[in-house]
C-alpha cells in the first residue's frame, strides 16, 4: 500500500472489542474525522472513516493509531482472506468499495442499519450527498449510483438467478420422481384392483351360494 497520506481508511478487527468511533479518533488529537461508520459481522467488525483532507494521515500515523486503541481499548485488528487489515482510498491493491466488509455496511444502510452505527460532523446519512456511503443507498435515482457499484448488484443478481435456476432444476428433477414413482403406484393398485376382482369372481364361480365370500366386516 502507498505511504502517501490518504482521506479515506477502512479497518478491519476483532468483534469481541468495542467499536472504533469518532471520539477515539480524536483523542489526544491524534485525527480530525469527518465521517465514522462502523457494522458488526458474525467475527469482525469494519470501520469506515472519512477525516479532515487537511490532515491526511500515512499509513505510519494510522498504525500507530491502531496500536493505541489496542492498548487503550483492546481493540485488535484483524484481515479476513484476501484483504488488508486497513485499507485506504488509495489506487493500489484492494479498494475499499470491493471489501465484503463494505458490502455488508451498504446492504445493512439499505436495510434498517442492523448493528450499524454511524456518525457525521456535519448533516445526515440520508441526505448529506457528500458523504461516503450516500451514493450506495437504493432509495435514489440508480444513475446516481456509482458504475462499480451497479456492476457489484448485476454480478451478486446474476450469481443468484444461476443459484435459483439450479434449484428449480432440482426440484423439477424431484417432481418428476414423485410423478413417476406416483404413475407406478397408481399402475400397480390398478393391478391389485384386476387380482381382486378375479378372486372374486372365481370364488362366486366356485361357490354360487356366496357362503366363502370374504364378509365385511361391520362398522
Given at each position: 500500500?502507498?505511504?502517501?497520506p490518504?482521506?479515506?481508511w ?19 488529537g ?15 467488525k ?6 479532515c ?11 500507530k ?28 491493491g ?36 457528500s ?11 440508480p ?12 454480478r ?40 381382486v376382482?378375479?378372486q372374486?369372481e ?18
Amino acid at each position: 500500500m502507498s505511504r502517501n497520506p490518504r482521506q479515506v481508511w477502512f479497518i478491519t478487527y476483532g468483534a469481541s472489542g468495542p467499536s472504533i468511533t469518532h471520539e477515539m479518533l480524536e483523542e489526544d488529537g491524534f485525527f480530525s474525522p469527518e465521517e465514522c461508520y462502523t457494522i458488526e459481522g458474525r467475527d469482525f467488525k469494519y470501520t469506515l472513516i472519512k477525516l479532515c483532507r487537511e490532515k491526511r494521515p500515512r499509513m505510519a500515523a494510522m498504525e500507530k493509531f491502531l496500536k493505541r486503541v489496542h492498548g487503550k481499548y483492546g481493540i485488535i485488528k484483524n484481515e479476513i482472506f484476501g484483504y488488508d487489515s486497513v485499507t485506504s482510498n488509495g489506487k493500489e491493491g484492494n479498494q475499499i468499495e470491493e471489501h465484503p466488509g463494505f458490502m455488508l455496511m451498504v446492504e445493512s444502510m439499505n436495510n434498517g442499519f442492523e448493528n450499524f452505527l454511524w456518525w457525521m460532523y456535519s448533516g445526515d446519512i440520508k441526505s448529506y450527498k457528500s458523504g461516503l456511503l450516500w451514493k450506495y443507498r437504493t432509495d435514489i435515482d440508480p444513475e446516481d449510483m456509482p458504475r462499480k457499484f451497479l456492476e457489484q448488484k448485476l454480478r451478486a443478481s446474476i450469481n443468484k438467478i444461476e443459484l435459483l435456476t439450479k434449484e428449480v432444476a432440482v426440484l423439477n428433477a424431484s417432481v418428476q420422481t414423485l410423478q413417476q414413482e406416483n404413475s407406478r403406484l397408481e399402475d400397480e393398485n390398478k393391478q391389485l384392483d384386476h387380482r381382486v376382482k378375479r378372486q372374486y369372481e372365481l370364488i362366486y364361480r366356485l361357490d354360487p351360494d356366496n357362503s366363502r365370500a370374504p364378509k365385511k366386516m361391520a362398522v
